[in-house]
Nanobody, 115 residues
Framework: QVQLVESGGGLVQPGGSLRLSCAAPKLIFSHGLMAWYRQLPGKERVLVASISRDGVTNYADSVKGRFAISRVNALSTVDLQMSSLKPEDTAHYYC?????????WGQGTQVTVSS
């Protein structure tokens, strides 16, 4: 069973920052697209940001300029640096690893932006 392990969620005030991290098995990390999604209760899971194995990034319009996704190759982790957080960023955030051969999800980590 492939495990993606997220960490770094929590409660933060509007305007604050948080850094999420996702640890993946090296094989999965090295050969797939890594991404972060978020989901509200009763809503669909939506893409926040993705990064290819070559470092090409893609962001949802709602987070451009505020969030940054990066790969830490030495640790096989994918980080999501979130800045200028807004209440509407509150959601459960999930790490995803995808290729033509697999699609794996982590358990998620809660991010709450509130004063």
């Amino acid at each position: 069973q492939v495990q993606l392990v997220e960490s770094g969620g929590g409660l933060v005030q509007p305007g604050g920052s948080l850094r999420l991290s996702c640890a993946a098995p090296k094989l999965i990390f090295s050969h797939g697209l890594m991404a972060w999604y978020r989901q509200l209760p009763g809503k669909e899971r939506v893409l926040v940001a993705s990064i290819s194995r070559d470092g090409v990034t893609n962001y949802a319009d709602s987070v451009k300029g505020r969030f940054a996704i990066s790969r830490v190759n030495a640790l096989s982790t994918v980080d999501l640096q979130m800045s200028s957080l807004k209440p509407e960023d509150t959601a459960h955030y999930y790490c995803n690893a995808h290729s033509r051969n697999w699609d794996y999800w982590g358990q998620g980590t809660q991010v709450t932006v509130s004063s």
